[in-house]
T-cell receptor
């Protein structure tokens, strides 16, 4: 089973400041088709998860451009260039190279 | 696009629960339906998927033998049945749609269904 770890597990950010979350995989997520199946989801308080980033670096429709994803192989990063109050919640990385697993989640709140 | 799930349930240990996910706004058989569990205060845990077009399924090893996903394209609904419930099965269960096999791009989620296991 592919295990995803996230750091930090908690992040308190001043509005307007950047934030960064790391996701590391126990195996490379590069698939034989050349794609890397790493995703980022945000679960806002009391809501269902919502897709932010797919296949490492592609912003999903409607996701603000302050969110960006990068990385390759086993190491990935989600960056928020300027955190806003509406960005609070839990951020999860997820892989679908081998079945599906989520990282433990990173709680982001506002200072 | 909407995925609307059935309402909250309270079950006793050892019982079974069936949660439904009704899809609308798209061609039902064009998307896989995945199920994700979230225990209170915990993270997301993938349970399995079903392809409503053919009915084929894949389950996470942790739930093998206890979970069954079924689909009914006449009513655009997928059901998730979890058997032999334990106290630690108390959770919110979500359904989500994914377009392609092997993709993790879940672009629409249900509102979640709370299942409480209590004696």
């Amino acid at each position: 089973e592919i295990v995803l770890t996230q750091t930090p597990l908690s992040l308190s950010v001043t509005p307007g400041q950047p934030a960064s979350i790391s996701c590391k995989s126990s195996q490379s997520l590069l698939q034989t088709d050349g794609k890397t199946y790493l995703y980022w989801y945000l679960q806002k308080p009391g809501q269902s998860p919502q897709l932010l980033i797919y296949e490492v670096s592609n912003r999903f429709s409607g996701v603000p451009d302050r969110f960006s994803g990068s990385g390759s192989g086993t190491d990935f990063t989600l960056k928020i260039s300027r955190v806003e109050a509406e960005d609070v919640g839990f951020y999860y990385c997820m892989q679908s190279k081998q079945l599906f697993t989520f990282g433990p989640g990173t709680k982001v709140d506002i200072k | 696009v909407q995925l609307v799930q059935s309402g909250a349930e309270v079950k006793k240990p050892g019982a079974s629960v069936k949660v439904s996910c009704k899809a609308s706004g798209y061609t039902f058989t064009d998307y896989y339906i995945h199920w994700v569990r979230q225990a209170p205060g915990q993270g997301l845990e993938w349970m399995g998927w079903i392809n409503p077009h053919y009915g084929d399924t894949t389950y996470a090893q942790k739930f093998q033998g206890r979970v069954t996903l079924t689909s009914d394209s006449s009513i655009n609904t997928v059901d998730m049945e979890l058997r032999r419930l334990r106290f630690d099965d108390s959770a919110v269960f979500y359904c989500a749609r994914v377009r392609h096999f092997g993709s993790g791009l879940a672009d629409s989620w249900g509102q979640g269904t709370l299942v409480t296991v209590s004696s």
